[in-house]
């Protein structure tokens, strides 16, 4: 499952996917794990490299409980 959301998060139509959702649906659409939650963001590990030592993260900031913007690195 992980290669097919891998792929979905490349899509030009994650953007319009991902804003305006609450964590709730998210987190039943993501099959990685959350590193850190809180009201005004959100973690979830993508890939890990060299041992756990490099990680590739979606990062999630929320607004009113909706996500407004996301970045991954």
Partial sequence: MKKSVIGFLDSEDFE?????KRIEEIEKVLDFPLEK?????CIFILERYFFGLFRKRLYLYFHKGLVRDYFIG
């Fill in 16 to 20: 319009k996917n991902i804003k305006g």
């Fill in 37 to 41: 939650k809180c009201n005004e963001e």
